[in-house]
């Protein structure tokens, strides 16, 4: 998704992208923006609240 926006002048390290699991600024140093990846667990977040419906 954040290849689409390098027109902004946002640049993401490739190698960086490729870890999974932690936070981590994934943005190069010049990039107008910082770019982080916070680590999610949806499913669970779902089914956490489905049971609370139940």
Do not use: Q
Request: proline fraction near 4%.
């Amino acid at each position: 998704v954040m290849g689409y926006l390098g027109y902004l002048g946002i640049s993401i390290d490739k190698s960086a992208n490729g870890n999974r699991g932690k936070d981590l600024v994934i943005s190069t140093p010049d990039s107008k923006v910082k770019v982080c990846i916070i680590p999610t667990n949806e499913e669970l977040a779902i089914a956490r609240e489905t049971v609370a419906l139940l």
